[in-house]
């Protein structure tokens, strides 16, 4: 009698001990957070990485900037909320800027005199086709926003290659002048260049994020403070991006551009910083993360420079985003102990 006590003494303190730790484990779809980290903390963190771009694009860009980026912010909003409410009849999650992000982020990829309704449109098909037909936050395989921005460019070609001067605060909206911009001018060998000063501020023709490399610097460094996000992916981005547009410099110069153009102009800071960071879609060990981050660099370039389009960053992302399970699955961190 007292062995059997004895033999059910260990296997009653290991049923208790797995009792008390069962509360503890929670098992969910990414992203993971641990530790003091939250969606919530993360996502602020990013929308307060943007303010400098988008203070840059309120300046150059005026009322319009203002126009696209509210009406990007509140339609996701609400689609998400009403999506979550009614249709998947689950508990909202605009609580955790989710929504917001997304509409900034769609807000940064367009021109600053799109009309209305396509801006709302291209939030529909961020939040239900990009985000909440898989789920929502965590199962999306690709970027909402980059998704709605091409499904956009691809319904819209006019409307969204139609780019405003950037003339400061007091430009109308749908009646501001447009013009070329530098990727254009790039891809057809015409016009003159922006220089770096206007490189760096942001006074030069494009989507409301992408115009000013140094306020996009600002967030980035910003984020690697805060431990937001690493410098593995916007690094193998921009250094893949830098050395190949680099070898077709050195190769034929007249017809190529310096590879510090093309890491200033069009969307690459800005795809290269925020949206191929984006925790859901991205890889999640350094090694993948380098190897995610040359596969969009490297089509990035390749895109822009034999392809239709004179910017080839988003189409790139998305891409490499179908890649993430495969290099999650063979690019594996060592296992501890191993």
């Not at 980290?37 to 319009?64: E, T, W």
């Not at 989710?98 to 939030?123: E, M, Y």
């Amino acid at each position: 009698m007292n062995n059997e006590q004895n033999n059910n003494q260990p296997q009653s303190a290991k049923a208790s001990l797995l009792g008390r730790l069962e509360g503890l484990f929670l098992i969910s779809p990414a992203p993971h957070i641990h530790g003091g980290d939250s969606v919530k903390k993360n996502m602020r963190d990013v929308l307060i990485a943007l303010v400098p771009a988008y203070l840059v694009a309120l300046y150059f860009f005026g009322q319009g900037a203002f126009i696209v980026t509210a009406t990007a912010v509140i339609s996701c909003v609400v689609f998400e909320y009403l999506i979550q409410r009614f249709m998947l009849k689950g508990k909202s999650t605009i609580g955790d800027y989710s929504a917001v992000l997304t509409g900034v982020l769609l807000a940064f990829n367009l021109p600053s005199n799109l009309p209305i309704w396509i801006i709302i449109l291209g939030s529909l098909f961020a939040i239900g086709v990009g985000k909440m037909s898989f789920g929502g936050l965590g199962n999306n395989p690709f970027n909402p926003a980059l998704l709605a921005r091409v499904f956009l460019l691809i319904s819209f070609p006019v409307q969204m290659t139609s780019w405003p001067r950037p003339l400061g605060w007091a430009t109308g909206y749908l009646d501001a002048e447009t013009g070329a911009t530098a990727l254009e001018k790039m891809q057809h060998h015409f016009g003159e260049m922006p220089n770096l000063m206007q490189l760096f501020s942001g006074e030069m023709g494009g989507s409301l994020g992408e115009v000013s490399a140094i306020a996009l610097l600002i967030g980035f460094a910003y984020m690697l403070i805060r431990k937001t996000i690493t410098w593995h992916i916007p690094v193998s981005v921009l250094g893949s991006a830098f050395i190949l547009t680099g070898i077709f410099y050195l190769i034929n110069p007249e017809m190529n551009v310096s590879p510090v153009l093309h890491i200033l102009t069009g969307g690459m800071l800005l795809g290269a910083i925020f949206m191929a960071t984006d925790y859901v879609t991205s890889p999640m060990s350094k090694a993948g993360m380098l190897i995610y981050g040359v596969g969009i660099g490297v089509i990035t370039v390749l895109i822009r420079k034999y392809g239709a389009y004179p910017e080839g960053i988003s189409f790139a992302i998305l891409i490499m985003n179908a890649f993430t399970p495969l290099i999650n699955r063979y690019v594996k961190p060592k296992r501890f102990g191993k």
